[in-house]
């Protein structure tokens, strides 16, 4: 897994984070960080282990600036993402859904320097690991939808 993946991954934990949490997303990061010090990967086998070459996921300008970008422009990314979902509403989606579309739509929007079909696979992926099995098509069909209207 390249650190590109373990900065959305991070970047992803902390705004899951945040629905159970009166962290804001930057908050979200240190705090995963500690954790991640804490836990041994014996134990939690699905908990991302630190490795020695990991960048600490509070001090990630990948996973910083993601974060940062998406509180900032939070609701601007959920309207946008309203908009696009069709039959359903944010508020139905399940939280680790929900954090994955504003996370890859605050990339998509926000960040000129990654192609957006590396963004949408990215994004996809990691729906492939953490959400149910609906949901890599759903990430896929919203952000696919979000990068052609936003070119326009």
């Known amino acids: 897994m390249g650190q590109r993946r373990k900065s959305r991954e991070s970047a992803f934990l902390a705004l899951f984070s945040q629905y159970f949490t009166r962290y804001d997303g930057e908050s ?14 014996a134990d939690e086998p699905d908990f ?17 600036s993601l974060v940062r970008l998406h509180d900032e422009n939070r609701e601007a990314v959920e309207s946008i993402i309203r ?17 994955l ?11 000129d320097e990654i192609p957006a079909k590396v963004s949408i696979n990215e994004y996809v992926d990691i729906a492939k690991r953490y959400a149910e099995d ?19």
């Open 134 to 152: 609906d949901a890599p098509s759903l990430v896929n069909a919203v952000l696919d939808r979000i990068h052609k209207t936003s070119r326009k």
């Open 48 to 64: 991302p282990p630190p490795h020695e070459s990991d960048v600490p996921p509070h001090e990630d300008e990948l996973a910083l």
């Open 83 to 99: 908009d696009t979902l069709q039959g359903w509403t944010l508020e139905r989606l399940s939280p680790t859904v929900s954090a």
């Open 28 to 41: 979200c990061l240190e705090k995963f960080a500690e954790l991640r010090g804490r836990i041994n990967p």
């Open 101 to 111: 579309l504003r996370l890859g739509a605050t990339e998509l929007l926000y960040v």
